[in-house]
Structure formats: structure tokens, C-alpha cells
């Protein structure tokens, strides 16, 4: 990854901040957006050297706030290799019926306009022969009560994914998704948490009965598969949703 521009939404998200700092270290120049500017000038005053790091606060459901921080991103480092459009928020745990219109909005705005026009705005901008990383989840590929909004968004993030694959193949863009299972980190947790009282038992450790290896997945780990979707190690794979779940989709 030396020298190579990326560029991550949801940068001071725990996932987000792994990434960046596992491609900073493989000499990658990392572009970080979020919504909270203390949180991206905390996050990323450990880098060094300072040269190869960058940060924008702005709204990913903005096509405004977008287009601004590509244009501020392409400006400190130049065209862009690799996007990951990582940015998500979870709603709430619910039944359709009593879910909040609001909130069911707020989640599609984010993760699947967000990712949107991540890839409108980037393309444009991106080297031939670069890579597209689209978070879902493994609520992208299956489904559970209560999360319609979050499993709808991730669900459409693929759709998504298929047709920038298809539509950046002849420039050797790839474009893939990726599709973490449950990650010991506090969007998590806060996600469990809800799902307690509504399985009746703690939904950490049904998670984790739930989950082949027994156990939920580290955020180094979940950096570590996009590094592979980044690099040349993935050379010759696009158009694919790679789960990273310890086996859950089985």
C-alpha cells in the first residue's frame, strides 16, 4: 500500500480508525471522514509521520458535505487508489410495526445514500485499477427480528456493490462488500444491549452461541480483510460479498 491514497468514511469509528491505522502502516495515506471533528483530531493525532494522515468532519449523507471532502481529500494526497465507504449507524431494535419512520430514514441515509455518493464522487477521481470497499454486514446477507432498517440498508448496500462492479470493470476498479459479523466494540455492544430484553437472555452470549468460532470478531481483524480487498492481494476478485463472521452465515 505504499503511497497509495485512501480514503475512509466512518474514520473514528472503531473499525474505521483499525483500518486507517493497519494502512498507514503498510505506508498507505489515509484520508479519514466522520461527522465529529474532536473525535477525527483525537483519532489521528497518534499518526505519524503527520504528512501521510488527513481528516474532514462531514455529513456522508450530504452530497455537499461529499463533494467537499473528496475535493479536500484529492487536494492533500491526490487521486484516489482505495475508498472504503465504512460509515453506518445502527437505528433501533424494534418490530416493524412500531418502528420509527425517522429512524428507519437516518439508517438508509447513512450507510446506502452515504456509500452512494461516496462512489459518485470518488470514481471521478479514483486511479484506474483501484478498489471499492462497501460496508454491510451480515445483516446484508441474512436477517433477524427487529432490525429492519439496518438489514435493509446493508441488504441494499449490495446492490449497490454488483452494479459499481459492473460498471467499473473496464477501468480494473474493483468493488466488493464486506460483511463483518458481530465485533467486540461499543456499536456493538449497544446493539446487544437492546437485544436482551427482546430475546430474553443476553444477546452477547446468544451471539456468540450463535457464532461458529464461538466468539465475536476483533476490529484488527475486520481492518485486515480490507487491507486484502485494498491491495493486490485481491487483484482478481470483484463483485464479492466477503463475510468475515467466525462462520455465522453458514
Not at 505519524?48 to 456522508?60: F, L, R, S
Not at 425517522?102 to 456509500?115: E, I
Request: aromatic letters at 6%; hydrophobic letters at 45%.
Amino acid at each position: 500500500m505504499e503511497n497509495r491514497h485512501c480514503l475512509i468514511t466512518g474514520g473514528a469509528g472503531s473499525i474505521g480508525l483499525a483500518t486507517a491505522r493497519l494502512l498507514h502502516m503498510h505506508g498507505a495515506r489515509v484520508f479519514l471522514v466522520d461527522r465529529d471533528a474532536e473525535k477525527l483530531a483525537t483519532a489521528t493525532a497518534g499518526f505519524a509521520p503527520e504528512t501521510q494522515i488527513g481528516w474532514c468532519a462531514a455529513d456522508v449523507s450530504s452530497a455537499q458535505d461529499t463533494a467537499r471532502y473528496v475535493a479536500q481529500a484529492c487536494g492533500q494526497f491526490g487521486p484516489i487508489d482505495s475508498l472504503f465507504a465504512n460509515a453506518g449507524i445502527a437505528g433501533v431494535v424494534s418490530p416493524v410495526e412500531h418502528y420509527p419512520d425517522d429512524v428507519f430514514d437516518d439508517v438508509l441515509a447513512v450507510s446506502v445514500k452515504g456509500s452512494f455518493l461516496a462512489a459518485k464522487h470518488a470514481v471521478p477521481r479514483m486511479r484506474d485499477g483501484g478498489s471499492i470497499i462497501l460496508m454491510s454486514s451480515i445483516m446484508g446477507l441474512t436477517a433477524d427480528p427487529g432490525v429492519a432498517a439496518y438489514a435493509t440498508a446493508k441488504h441494499a448496500v449490495v446492490g449497490l456493490m454488483r452494479v459499481l462492479a459492473k460498471e467499473l470493470a473496464p477501468r480494473r476498479i474493483r468493488v466488493n462488500s464486506l460483511h463483518p459479523g458481530p465485533v467486540d466494540n461499543r456499536f456493538q455492544s449497544a446493539i446487544e444491549a437492546a437485544l436482551t430484553p427482546i430475546l430474553g437472555v443476553d444477546g452477547t452470549e446468544f451471539l456468540n452461541r450463535a457464532i461458529p468460532l464461538g466468539r465475536h470478531a476483533r476490529e484488527d481483524e475486520i481492518a485486515q480483510s480490507v487491507l486484502y480487498l485494498a491491495s493486490a492481494q485481491s487483484s482478481f476478485v470483484t463483485g464479492i460479498t466477503l463475510a468475515v463472521d467466525g462462520g455465522m452465515a453458514i
